[in-house]
């Protein structure tokens, strides 16, 4: 009976020493996957915070080289544009024949360049080049001999060759409008410019023009409208306003327009713009809405194409389509609004 007291003793011992052994490793474990939690946690944190900061630093870069370039003269404006164009349309046809279609490349290409070109030095017969340019593809698809063309096909060399050809060649004629003269206050932006220009790494003046002016105060309205967007959106929004890109709110869509609309009546003032309070106003909300608009597109061709960004020329920013959606649709109605409707008030 002792013995056998003894024994169960012995092993009630055991068990209690197995069952704390137990919870001990079982408290181990639990410890080990909380660290392993916050390390991926933290990992995640720095990953985002990364991917920001080279977000910002390739929008500063971006920015000054869109400066350097607006004001590197007409030309030189045009053909870095006609480079951006073809590179951009290339994206759009890559997402294409993602999804099976076979448009016509080149000639939407040659087209497109063709548009650039009687842009710089006709404007006039720019809008000739595409129902021209537009005849001569559907020859070319009508007697393709790879394979006969489809709907689809004919659909994505179009929209390819009208949305990042033909729309941004507006861009172009509103750069050459006008040299830069009348208003004092256009002067005296002109003058700043030059002043901070930076000539000790590049050996040319800046070449101004009042459609070069205009180009700038609006890209800059379109950026300022990108990044209120961004931050407060990132901060305070809580409305999705539409699926194809559900973190972009309705609150930083408005914040968007108020950055937009500031910059532009400041724009508006200095340029000397008639009745600027109100047409300041009204350009730099249209700007901003239909560069939202020209954003959102963008999103319905990349969800199309199973895609996140049209391309990775520039990191943390996508291709050429992810940086210039915002300022293609707006592009004819800048240049009509400026070349158009202003004088009208004047």
């Not at 590049?202 to 931050?231: C, E, Y």
């Not at 200095?270 to 309070?277: E, N, Y």
Request: hydrophobic share 50%; aromatic share 10%.
């Amino acid at each position: 009976m002792a013995a056998s007291a003894e024994a169960s003793s012995a092993d009630d011992a055991a068990g209690t020493a197995a069952g704390v052994a137990g919870e001990a490793v079982a408290a181990a474990a639990g410890a080990a996957a909380e660290a392993a939690d916050d390390t991926s946690t933290l990992r995640r944190k720095l990953s985002a915070s990364l991917k920001l900061q080279i977000r910002i630093a390739m929008g500063f870069l971006l920015g000054g080289a869109a400066i350097t370039w607006i004001f590197s003269g007409t030309a030189a404006f045009a053909a870095l544009m006609m480079l951006v164009t073809l590179l951009g349309q290339l994206e759009y046809y890559r997402m294409a024949i993602r999804k099976g279609h076979t448009p016509a490349q080149r000639m939407g290409l040659l087209t497109t360049v063709a548009t650039m070109v009687s842009s710089l030095f006709s404007p006039s017969l720019a809008d000739a080049v595409f129902p021209v340019g537009g005849t001569l593809i559907l020859v070319y698809l009508l007697f393709r001999k790879r394979r006969v063309a489809t709907i689809a096909d004919i659909s994505t060399t179009f929209m390819g060759l009208f949305y990042a050809g033909y729309l941004p060649s507006f861009w172009v004629r509103l750069h050459g409008w006008e040299p830069v003269g009348g208003s004092h206050a256009a002067r005296v932006l002109a003058a700043a410019i030059s002043t901070v220009w930076p000539a000790a790494v590049l050996p040319f003046r800046p070449l101004l023009t009042t459609g070069a002016l205009v180009v700038f105060w609006t890209w800059l309205a379109n950026a300022s409208a990108d990044i209120g967007a961004f931050f407060v959106g990132r901060t305070f929004g809580k409305t999705p306003i539409s699926s194809l890109s559900p973190k972009k709110t309705a609150e930083g869509a408005v914040a968007g327009f108020l950055c937009s609309a500031s910059v532009s009546l400041l724009g508006a003032y200095l340029l000397r713009w008639p009745l600027w309070q109100v047409t300041g106003a009204i350009y730099g909300i249209g700007v901003g809405v239909v560069g939202l608009l020209g954003d959102l597109t963008a999103s319905m061709f990349k969800r199309d194409a199973g895609v996140k960004d049209s391309g990775r020329l520039f990191p943390g920013h996508g291709g050429i389509l992810d940086r210039t959606d915002s300022y293609v649709l707006s592009a004819p109605l800048v240049y009509y609004f400026v070349t158009a409707v202003l004088p009208l008030l004047m």
